[in-house]
């Protein structure tokens, strides 16, 4: 097996794993699993191209900007009138939204997927050792780490973090000693949807284009990264979400040419085994609502 397979795979996995990480936060609050969250990427690519001729740390800045408030915006609008609805209602919710983010996109922006100029800083490739890595897979890698730390330091050293884990454990419970559901719920959407255009920006880096259901593979893939690492818990979720792009990438580079069409479907037997064997997930967390 070529090494350089297990390079490429182990980027995209550090993607899907902060992937995972934003549906996570979100569940372990509400109980909601976002499936309109892969259109907060999509968000996230027509903001980097209507931002692409300003200086680099504009077009970042204002991309996460422009993700947070529409993550805010689903909140407030969308999720909170339902907050205490069934489990069911908020997941049709949830879809109902990502049906209309994309059609809100596919009105504003055309059916058709708009080129999109590559980031041609992060397609320099340095060899080592005699493997290929490109500044984008470096930076995704060490991006997911900074996030992966700060989120931990965030949720263990400030006042909001304490109060989000606090809620994670039993939203009713933090309510009654006084943390204001609303200000918890809206930061674990300010977090996630951060984390949303992060994602964003290292996913579209090394693609030509942005179309409005660009956002749907991405979601599919890490909530079923969530599901297998376990849903409720963030660890598992991140574990979950780098297994699942490993895999994926994997299963691209080493099947046939003419067998590469039933990579989803060998992808999802192997989540079927795992769940057969391990139904919480890899990483079980303990009180989780569903």
């Given amino acids: 097996m070529n090494p350089q397979y297990i390079v490429d795979a182990i980027g995209t996995g550090a993607l899907y794993s902060l992937m995972t990480l934003g549906l996570a936060l979100v569940f372990s609050v509400m109980g909601l699993m976002n499936f309109a969250y892969g259109q907060l990427v999509m968000i996230g690519g027509f903001s980097i191209i209507l931002l692409r001729s300003q200086p680099w740390w504009l077009l970042i800045l204002g991309t ?17 009138p339902v907050r205490n609805a069934t489990a069911m209602t908020m997941l049709v919710t949830s879809f109902a939204l990502a049906q209309f983010l994309q059609q809100l996109a596919r009105v504003a922006f055309g059916a058709n997927p708009k080129p999109l100029e590559q980031f041609s800083e992060l397609s320099v490739q340095y060899e080592f050792a005699g493997l290929i890595v490109s500044r984008q897979i470096i930076l995704t890698l060490v991006t997911t780490i900074l996030v992966l730390i700060g989120l931990a ?3 263990r050293k400030t006042n909001i973090g304490i109060q989000l884990r606090a809620s994670t ?24 949807g951060t984390i949303a255009a992060i994602v964003a920006i290292l996913f579209f880096a090394t693609r030509t284009n942005v179309s409005w259901s660009s956002g749907d593979s991405i979601v599919l893939i890490a909530f079923v990264g969530a599901v297998i690492g376990g849903l ?12 699942m792009g490993f895999v994926y990438t994997m299963l691209n580079a080493l099947l046939p040419m003419e067998l590469r069409v039933f990579a989803d479907a060998f992808l999802y037997t192997l989540v079927i085994m795992v769940l057969l064997i391990r139904p919480g997930g890899l ?7 569903v």
């Fill in 64 to 80: 996460i900007l422009v993700v947070v408030f529409f993550s805010l915006l689903m909140e407030r609008l969308a999720f909170r």
């Fill in 153 to 155: 330091l965030l949720l």
């Fill in 169 to 192: 454990e039993d939203v009713g419970m933090a309510a009654l000693v006084g943390i204001k559901s609303n200000r918890v719920i809206a930061a674990a959407f300010v977090i996630s």
């Fill in 232 to 243: 409720g818990s963030m660890v598992g979720a991140a574990l979950g979400g780098f297994l």
């Fill in 283 to 289: 990483i079980a967390a303990k009180g989780v609502r």
